[in-house]
C-alpha cells in the first residue's frame, strides 16, 4: 500500500499532529507527513515537527496583503512538498483562496470536535456542553468555503454526560480525535472518498 503524502496545517498545539505521526511511527497509519505548515511561530506543534525532522514553513498572514493571497501561498507550499492530502489540525483560520480549494478540491480534511452540524465555530466544546448534550464527538470532514460544513467523511460519538466542565468535556473528546484522525488519514493510502452533493463515500483501491 502507498504511503500518503500528507501535509499538516495547525495553529496551536497540536495534540492531533503528533497523535497522527505516532500512529505513523507505530506502522498503524500508512501516511507520511511532509510538511508542517503554521500561520503561528509561537505554536507548539513547531516543536513536534523538529523533534519528527518534518519540515516547518510558517506564513504570517501580515506579509500578505489578503488571505487569498495568504492561501495562494499555502497552495505553494503545497504543490512543492506533493501533499496528496492537506490534514487541518487544529488551523484556526478559514481558509479562502479559491485557488487552493479548487486545485486541492476534497483533498483538505478537518477534524471538529462535536458532532456536525450541532456546534459549529471555535468553542463547540464548552457550547456542547453548556447546551447540556449526553453525546457530543468527532466529525472529520472535507473543507470547502464553508465554515465546519463541507462533507463528512467520519463521526464517532463520544458520551459526555459525565462531563462537569467545559475543560473535562474536551479532554474527552480529544482522545476519541487521536484515534479517529490517524484511522481517517490511514483510510486514504487504502481508497479515496466519492463525493455526491453532501456525501462522501468511502471507495477501496482495486
Ligand atoms: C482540536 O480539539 C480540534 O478538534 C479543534 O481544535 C483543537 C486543536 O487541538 N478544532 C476546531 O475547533 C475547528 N473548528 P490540537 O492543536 O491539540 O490538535
Known sequence: MAKVKVAVLASGRGSNFKAIQEHIKAGRC???IKV?????????AISIAKDNKIPVEIIDKSGFPDREK??????????????????LAGYMLILKGRKLLESYKNRII?????????????????????YGVKVS????????????????????????????????????ILKTEHKAYAKVVDSFSKGHYAVEGRRARFVPSS
Open 36 to 44: 508542517l505548515i503554521t500561520n503561528n511561530p509561537d505554536a507548539p
Open 137 to 172: 464527538g468527532v466529525t472529520i470532514h472535507f473543507v470547502d468555503e464553508s465554515l465546519d460544513a463541507g462533507p463528512i467523511i467520519y463521526q464517532e460519538a463520544v458520551d459526555i454526560s459525565d462531563c462537569k466542565s467545559a475543560e473535562e468535556t474536551a479532554a474527552k
Open 110 to 130: 478537518n477534524i471538529h470536535p462535536a458532532l456536525l452540524p450541532a456546534f459549529p465555530g471555535a468553542t463547540a466544546q464548552k457550547d456542547a456542553f453548556e
Open 30 to 32: 500508512d501516511a507520511e
Open 70 to 87: 495568504m492561501d495562494e501561498r499555502i497552495k505553494e507550499l503545497l504543490d512543492r512538498y506533493g501533499a496528496e492530502l492537506v490534514v
